[in-house]
């Protein structure tokens, strides 16, 4: 007789309590390296991450954006005629509600909230189109008053919708959150209500799991840029808390007030640059992080450069320098070096072609497999063949199929299984 475990039973012995770390499932990225938790960002994640079952560094990025958020355009970080801002892009992935992306939001909402109270009007969700995101940030115009404070913050909770309205044709979203990104002007051309938003200060958090990152990602987001502007960060449940933690981890430790010193010191900050020692770093790392890498992970890590030097200049920020220092920039390569390691996880073998990804879930759950009629039927009869075709191929390629003949009488058929190393 198989024994089975009650509700009511106590843990095993070989389980982990309340005080315990889970253990990361087979195949999980490698933790980042301790040198993303640095000085007072790292402290903060500390204090917080015994008292929540959030991954630290869920909380840590999301806290890098929304301090980003809230410093907007006084600091930048000058590359030739580029201005690089504060402003940064990033895609939480992990497995539903079980990997508590939500619970490090809202530990880093009320600490944000609190250091500074006019952002939380600045933080928004719903992001569908170009034109409503413009609208949100737009300058005044004749009677219109538009947005006197030009930061934004768009948390997407469910950011496949966002993969999604990005897709379609018509759709002026993806190119709008590539200028963003890149800190340029952004305008409506509408004869009926143009806007415009000359100094918009944009940052994005979504989050998302593995499954709709690669059924909802395409060929077409991977190669003109969308996707290597956002770093994707993995993150999963981290330990057991039945009643939870502290509610405010934070409080009586004064780390708020120098969170908000250094936001205040960081908006008139203006011009950062290296100083000797990060400079003589930064051209050895500047060549590494150059070198081009194939397939989907080099499409995803195109503009690593980038995001190493706005991760530093966040990091020295918060430390309330006026120089980015080698310290920052080990932080920033560290925590670069994880999300690439997060992007093998998250895509590698993905298609980018939704519909592989679409046939990839049917046959998962279809273990014996079924034949090409069979997955017509599944879906309904929508897709040529020839698109069912291309779409297996592109699977097989990516190992996360294979086929066997059977016979049927007359010409034998192919039966299409997932593979159980495929993902």
């Given amino acids: 007789m198989t024994a089975t475990l009650s509700l009511l039973d106590p843990p095993p012995e070989d389980q982990p309590t309340n005080s315990g770390l889970l253990p990361a ?24 991450a015994p008292h929540t079952e959030a991954d630290p560094v869920a909380i840590l990025t999301q ?42 939001w809202d530990h880093v909402r009320r600490l944000l909230v609190s250091v ?79 806007a415009r938003a000359s100094t918009a200060h944009i940052t994005l958090i979504g989050h998302i799991t ?4 690669r059924r909802h990602i395409t060929q077409a987001e991977l190669s003109n840029g969308y996707l290597n502007r956002i770093l994707i960060v993995c993150c999963r449940r981290q330990r057991l808390l039945p009643e939870g933690g502290e509610p405010d981890p934070l409080a009586g430790t004064g780390l708020d007030r120098l969170l908000a010193t250094a936001l205040r010191q960081a908006r008139t900050a203006g011009q950062i640059k290296l100083d000797p020692d990060a400079r003589e770093m930064w051209h050895h790392a500047y060549r590494t992080l150059a070198q081009p890498q194939a397939g989907i992970i080099g499409q995803i890590t195109a503009r690593a450069e980038a995001h190493v030097i706005r991760l530093a200049l966040l990091y020295a920020l918060a430390d309330g320098k006026t120089q980015i220092g080698s310290p920052h920039l080990s932080a920033a390569l560290a925590l670069q ?4 390691r997060s992007a093998a996880w998250a895509l590698t073998g993905a298609t980018g072609q939704p519909l592989a990804e679409q046939i990839h879930t049917i046959l998962t759950n279809h273990p014996g497999g079924l034949t ?38 007359g010409r034998p058929a192919q039966l299409w299984a997932a593979s159980s190393s495929g993902t």
């Fill in 63 to 104: 806290l890098l954006v929304g301090f980003g958020t809230a410093i907007g355009r006084g600091a930048w970080f000058q590359v030739e005629a580029t201005r690089h801002h504060t402003n940064e892009f990033m895609l939480l992935v992990g497995d539903s509600a079980k990997a508590r992306k939500g619970s490090s």
């Fill in 372 to 409: 090409r009629s069979q997955i017509s039927q599944t879906l309904n009869h929508n897709q040529p063949a020839g698109q069912i075709d291309h779409a297996l191929q592109a699977l097989h390629a990516a190992h996360r199929v294979h086929s066997t003949q059977i016979p049927t009488g």
């Fill in 116 to 194: 500074d109270t006019s952002i939380d009007s600045r933080i928004l969700t719903g992001l569908s189109s170009g034109e409503g995101l413009i609208w949100a940030v737009r300058d005044p115009a004749g009677q219109d008053p538009g947005h006197p404070d030009q930061r934004l913050l768009v948390i997407e909770p469910e950011f496949a919708s966002v993969l999604k309205a990005a897709s379609r044709e018509i759709s002026t979203l993806s190119p709008t959150l590539r200028s963003a990104w890149d800190g340029r002007p952004l305008a409506i051309l509408t004869r009926t209500a143009p």
């Fill in 210 to 213: 593995q499954h709709e990152l």
């Fill in 337 to 340: 070096d994880y999300a690439t």
């Fill in 25 to 48: 499932p087979p195949g999980w990225p490698q933790a980042p390296a301790p040198a993303v938790y640095h000085e007072l960002l790292g402290e903060i994640v500390g204090r917080v």
